[in-house]
């Protein structure tokens, strides 16, 4: 089947509550990743390297961040029937309330895509991380003659209980679906693996491949608003024709700040589960002519140094380092995520500011957001051990200090 026959639309995320506060002021979509990317770049270079170019976004938390970054970075030429749009909530003379929910968010935007060619829409999370050829699960689709395809890996029982669990029957047509359970090994699936590391179960990735005709009609017939909690359970009982397609490779949710962590670290070792050097399956993002990084007397110890970066004389082990970042002498940053900058300096109102990590600063399991200051002799230390704390300038989340975006810590501070 050809990419040409499917709409994508991908969710642009809610309030974000798990991975704030880096959504303190931007959506899940539009947080930055592996120094140069953001979050929203994985579902989009998925659907273009699957020949699935007909894309629709759709946003309504804190988007602005999000939207500039579509704007600049994804431009079809006049001569491809592709695109990218940007679909927001909006009020309507039968409504004026915003998306309550995965469901409603798609039922609120039928009108723009009712009356497209398309046969097939394919529904994608804006906060998870894989490599997926589309085009697969829409074999898989046609050849089960299914009406509903649901992405599937298979999980621990740690992460089975923040998933929808999956049992189906030989032929693959899912027959339950089970929302978050507290005790999966109480469940009684047939798709549970044994194996040496514990049970294993079938979880929903969040990837629907959907019949037009389908969707619009079952969103058409119900007011329920999430499909994981409603669409998906209702029409599994009602015996539709539901099936399961298993996939094989990395997937990870990193819409929490642990996860978000974990998966951009490993980023950086030998054989990282995510590849980011994969030239079969690139990962596009905004092009911004950046010179090449300037790195002077410096120790690198497992890094990703990013475009416009100048370090002098530092010490980097296991971190990630974004764009434009400027490290004075003498720091150490260790087991950390600096997210990068937006400009080397700025004018707001008749302060200039520019951005920058001072002399003989220690960093150390950190996350600092984009344009933050930090002054010389600053130390942020390990905080594994700590409890969960919110403070004007930074939080702790799952033991690991994240530094607000845009703020500036005096000279000496010590967290």
């Known amino acids: 089947m050809k990419g040409s026959d499917c709409l994508v639309l991908i969710l642009g995320g809610g309030r974000g509550s798990r991975l704030y506060p880096l959504t303190l002021e931007r959506s899940k979509p ?7 990317y953001r979050i929203i770049d994985i579902p989009i270079s998925n659907s273009i390297n699957s020949g699935f170019n007909k894309i629709f976004i759709l946003t309504q938390f804190l988007a602005a961040s999000l939207h500039a970054h579509i704007l600049h970075t994804y431009r079809f030429d006049n001569f491809s029937k592709g695109f990218i749009e940007i679909l927001s909530a909006e009020q309507s003379h039968k409504s004026f309330e ?26 994608l999370s804006g906060d998870h991380l894989y490599k997926m050829d589309y085009r697969q699960l829409m074999n898989s689709h ?5 009406e509903l ?9 740690r992460e089975a209980t923040r998933m929808g ?3 189906c029957n030989s032929s693959g047509q899912i027959t339950s679906l089970i929302e978050k359970p507290k005790n999966p090994k109480r469940l009684k699936i047939k798709s549970r693996l044994k194996s040496q590391e514990g049970d294993q179960y079938l979880a929903s990735m969040g990837v629907y491949l959907f019949n037009k005709d389908v969707l619009i009609d079952i969103l058409s017939g119900t007011t329920v608003e999430d499909f994981g909690k409603h669409i998906l359970p209702m029409m599994i009982k009602k015996k539709r ?14 819409g929490t700040v642990d996860s978000y962590y974990d998966a951009s670290l490993d980023l950086i070792g030998k054989k990282p589960q995510f590849d980011l050097f994969d030239e079969n399956w690139p990962l596009f993002s905004r092009p911004r002519f950046l010179p090449p990084s300037r790195i002077v007397d410096s120790n690198i110890i497992n890094a990703l140094i990013s475009d416009g970066c100048r370090l002098d004389k530092v010490h980097i082990e296991n971190s990630l380092i974004g764009l434009r970042s400027k490290i004075k002498e003498n720091t150490r940053i260790k ?3 600096i997210i990068g900058n937006d400009y080397y300096q700025r004018y707001f109102g008749d302060k200039l500011v520019k951005p920058y990590i001072g002399k003989g600063v220690l960093i150390e399991r950190a996350i600092v957001d984009k344009n933050v200051s930090i002054g010389d002799f600053c130390q942020i230390t390990d905080k594994s051990n700590s409890p969960d704390c919110d403070k004007d300038i930074y939080y702790v989340r799952d033991g690991i200090t994240i530094i607000r975006r845009g703020v500036t810590l005096p000279a000496h501070t010590i967290i």
Do not use: C, M
Not at 142 to 146: F, G, P
Not at 149 to 157: L, M
Not at 241 to 254: A, E, L, P, Q, S
């Open 30 to 36: 539009a947080i930055g990743f592996a120094g140069k």
């Open 98 to 123: 915003w998306f309550q929910g995965t469901a409603d968010a798609v039922r609120r935007v039928i009108r723009h895509i009712r009356n497209l060619p398309q046969k097939y829409i394919l529904i």
């Open 142 to 146: 046609v050849k089960n003659n299914a």
């Open 149 to 157: 395809s649901i992405a599937s890996i298979f999980v621990d029982e």
């Open 165 to 167: 669990i999956i049992d």
């Open 241 to 254: 024709k539901v099936y399961n397609y298993n996939f094989k490779g990395y997937w990870r949710d990193i």
């Open 335 to 337: 087991d950390s995520i």
